[in-house]
């Protein structure tokens, strides 16, 4: 499935690109080889035309908009700088660029190969009033704009991804290595133990002992504390010891898929993130978007597992669907009763009701209980762990050397995976096809649910790329307030979903899984049922 996906994200992104080139230039939407007149004045009136080297420029909005078939609306009143004249006399121009200065500007500035300045050429006529100078300028040529993003994105996200993964080894050397100390104290065994009836039920392939289920349930809980920085390394342990179990080697297993629907849900406490930018943009409650996170990561959650669950009993053996439908009704009519919940909440208002409790003050008393048991979890973890280990007479130093040994080997390994999936999701984005193509096609499934269009980007970011989405937030945010509900509606989504591509990419890449098998689907699913989940209670509270 991942083949498929990382293949379009390619195909899409590069014929986006060229068709946005190919329609920028049979309309020259940037006016290359076209003059633009303007006049230029000059300070000082002892100078000769040649060694005039700064003047002022001054353009109306009205000549720049129709120059520009565009709508701009201040006039434009900065410096020139001018390099000497040629044998011919036309004199090459710098335009600084500034927070003052026409978008248009600032989005051809980069495409010229400088983010500060626009060039071009012009030559002085003579003065109709002394030191004013009528002329015209010419403005270096634009062309292929959108393939040269997407090769200077495919170029920056290729070192990025390397970066994370590199930035990955010192973590992981730390909690394998923390890790190792407690599976061989048998302190891991100890908590999957009392943890054995849930985990059971979600992973029965996996037996009671096996160290898989101690590092899945400490990935699960660093992730609901928001503590992904030790959650990835647990996750990253997790796949590798139910790795172990795989009879299939490169193809993901049931329990694998179970696993990663779980995480793709991003179910976490505390948003502590996206409160951050809230806070950052001024909201008069940033932390109002925990009950609604919770509420959307808990539908996401619902549905990955249901549909992790529902998926693996698939294919139906040629001629015993009845036998098939007998083996699974207990499983069916658990769905059924999950539906007829869910929607007797909805009917009810139960949901207002919850949402309410977590908007007003209680959201505060459980912000501040988390975050007091977020900024200890890591210190306690260490202590007890590495404690246990001793007690047990465990050589911790060596033991723990060990696991940092077996964390350095995982960060470096999953490099491929992790350029590979970042560099397509990056042309993707740098192509246009998102902007371009993707959301006027949703836009027909997602008007008639009222589904607002400024929030669409961000609900098909998420899954791509953390940073890219934490941008859109921001960037949201700032044009409609952190407080309305278009503002509340982005920091939910960013707050109840998680990037699933990445995540895949991660720990499959880890084991080198290359079969992912029902894996996508389900957490794009959870994403879904996430992004649903965080409209309906917002619009429920805020709209």
């Not at 704009?145 to 990955?168: F, R």
């Not at 039920?201 to 096996?210: C, G, W």
């Not at 950052?280 to 597992?305: D, E, Y």
């Not at 973890?381 to 995982?410: D, H, M, R, S, T």
């Amino acid at each position: 499935m991942l083949n498929y996906v990382w293949l379009t994200l390619l195909f899409l992104g590069i014929v986006s690109a060229t068709y946005l080139d190919i329609s920028d230039f049979t309309s020259n939407k940037y006016n290359n080889n076209k003059p633009l007149a303007v006049v230029l004045y000059f300070d000082d009136d002892s100078l000769t035309d040649s060694e005039m080297e700064s003047a002022t420029i001054k353009i109306s909005a009205d000549r720049l908009s129709k120059f520009y078939n565009a709508e701009i609306t201040s006039d434009v009143d900065t410096k020139i700088t001018l390099s000497p004249a040629d044998e011919d006399g036309n004199r090459q121009f710098f335009i600084n660029i500034s927070g003052d200065s026409p978008a248009i500007w600032k989005e051809i500035a980069p495409l010229s190969g400088k983010d500060t300045d626009i060039a071009g050429k012009l030559k002085l006529t003579k003065a109709t009033v002394k030191n004013v100078y009528p002329t015209q300028l010419y403005f270096e040529e634009i062309s292929f704009v959108w393939l040269k993003k997407v090769t200077n994105d495919a170029i920056k996200v290729a070192q990025i991804a390397v970066e994370i993964a590199l930035g990955l080894i010192g973590i992981m050397a730390l909690w394998l290595g923390v890790m190792k100390v407690a599976e061989d104290a048998g302190l891991i065994k100890i908590i999957a133990r009392a943890l054995n009836p849930i985990m059971r039920r979600l992973f029965p392939e996996v037996p009671a002992d096996h160290p898989a289920i101690g590092s899945m349930v400490m990935n699960i809980s660093a992730n609901m504390l928001g503590l992904g920085n030790a959650a990835t390394p647990f996750g990253l342990k997790a796949m590798e010891e139910l790795d172990k179990l795989n009879t299939n080697k490169g193809t993901a297993t049931n329990s694998m898929v179970t696993f990663l629907a779980i995480n793709t849900a991003g179910m976490t406490l505390i948003p502590a993130t996206a409160i951050a930018v809230r806070a950052a943009s001024g909201s008069a409650n940033p932390a109002v978007i925990i009950g609604t996170s919770i509420f959307g990561a808990f539908c996401a959650v619902v549905v990955g597992l249901t549909a992790a669950k529902l998926f693996e009993r698939f294919p139906i053996p040629k001629g015993q669907f009845s036998e098939w439908l007998k083996e699974n009704r207990k499983f069916f009519y658990f769905i059924f009763s999950i539906i007829a919940i869910v929607g007797a909440l909805i009917l009810t208002g139960a949901g207002q009701y919850l949402g309410s409790v977590f908007g007003n003050s209680f959201a505060d008393v459980f912000k501040s209980v988390i975050q007091v048991i977020s900024i200890i979890a890591i210190p306690l973890l260490i202590f007890v762990f590495i404690g246990y280990g001793a007690l047990k007479k465990v050589k911790v130093y060596e033991q723990f050397v060990e696991g940092a040994k077996e964390g350095f080997n995982i960060a470096v390994r999953i490099i491929p995976y992790l350029v590979a999936m970042l560099v397509a999701i990056g042309i993707f984005r740098a192509g246009g096809a998102m902007d371009n193509w993707l959301i006027p096609l949703l836009r027909i499934i997602t008007d008639p649910i009222g589904f607002p269009a400024e929030a669409l980007p961000m609900a098909l970011m998420r899954p791509l790329s953390g940073s890219g989405s934490l941008g859109i937030m921001a960037e949201t945010m700032a044009v409609h307030g952190p407080d309305s509900f278009i503002g509340i509606l982005v920091s939910t989504f960013f707050g109840s979903t998680e990037t699933t591509f990445y995540v895949l990419a991660v720990y499959f890449g880890a084991v080198s899984i290359k079969n992912t098998r029902h894996a996508l689907p389900v957490g794009l699913l959870a994403d879904v049922a996430g992004i649903l989940g965080a409209l309906f209670i917002v619009k429920l509270l805020f709209g």
